[in-house]
């Protein structure tokens, strides 16, 4: 009886009988060394003609033809016959699968990003609504420049009023302080009426950003996923080589 033992692919690493003419993990084709202690790449059968190939040659001898493969994960050369990449391990008919599936995916994800940047648009719209109605804040400056004018304005009009009458000295200084408290009326009214306005315009824009605060949130993680959806889009290009 025969006894059999597991050796190693040099290839790929796998534990396979001793009596194996190819790896049953990676496909590629062995032969014993000559103490019969390990395996050793056997030659490379081309797939054109059939001449064996010494396993170093990545062309026929015979025809020129390719004797290799390029791995479409790692872009790594491989035997003709593996299934396996001896770089990175995929499997070669599932990497390929993947490789021809790569533009689908990448449309699909351009499709997503170009959604997210619809739902933005949409947003910016609604926001800058928000941002219109929030309007102008009130001119408080108006107000203040009152406590310089109201003064001014009463002196000018108390003398115009006296040089109307054609008062005296003292007929100025009546004019002036009878029109002043007229003034000062005013100019407190127009005060209050400022700040009233004020607090009305500062409830009315707090209640508007916290309308603005969610739609701003959801804006920068969109944002944010069309980013990611752009990474991948070119990591699917580097690593499949896709234009």
């Given at each position: ?7 190693d ?30 395996f050793?790449?056997?030659?490379t ?15 026929c ?16 050369e ?11 391990g ?6 390929t ?102 607090g ?15 739609l ?17 889009i ?9 234009i």
């Amino acid at each position: 009886m025969v006894q059999v033992k597991a050796l190693d692919c040099p290839n790929c690493g796998a534990s396979i009988a001793d009596t194996s003419k190819a790896c049953s993990h990676c496909g590629s084709r062995i032969v014993l060394s000559d103490d019969r202690q390990k395996f050793v790449l056997a030659g490379t059968i081309c797939q054109k003609c059939g001449t064996d190939n010494n396993k170093e040659n990545r062309f026929c001898n015979n025809c020129g033809d390719k004797l290799f493969k390029i791995c479409p994960n790692c872009k790594t050369e491989i035997g003709l016959d593996s299934l396996h990449c001896a770089h990175c391990g995929a499997n070669f008919v599932e990497a390929t699968r993947q490789k021809e599936l790569a533009p689908q995916k990448i449309a699909k994800l351009a499709d997503e990003a170009l959604g997210f940047r619809r739902q933005i648009d949409e947003l910016d719209t609604t926001i800058n609504k928000l941002n219109i109605e929030i309007g102008s804040a009130p001119n408080l400056d108006a107000a203040i420049l009152n406590v310089f004018v109201t003064p001014i304005a009463a002196i000018i009009f108390g003398i115009f009023v006296a040089w109307v009458k054609n008062s005296t000295f003292y007929g100025i200084v009546y004019g002036i302080f009878t029109i002043f408290p007229g003034f000062l009326f005013f100019y407190m009214c127009c005060g209050i009426y400022v700040g009233i306005k004020r607090g009305t315009y500062e409830t009315k824009m707090e209640r508007i950003n916290n309308k603005k605060k969610p739609l701003l949130e959801k804006r920068n993680f969109l944002y944010g996923e069309i980013q990611r959806k752009e990474t991948e889009i070119q990591s699917i290009k580097w690593k499949y080589n896709v234009i």
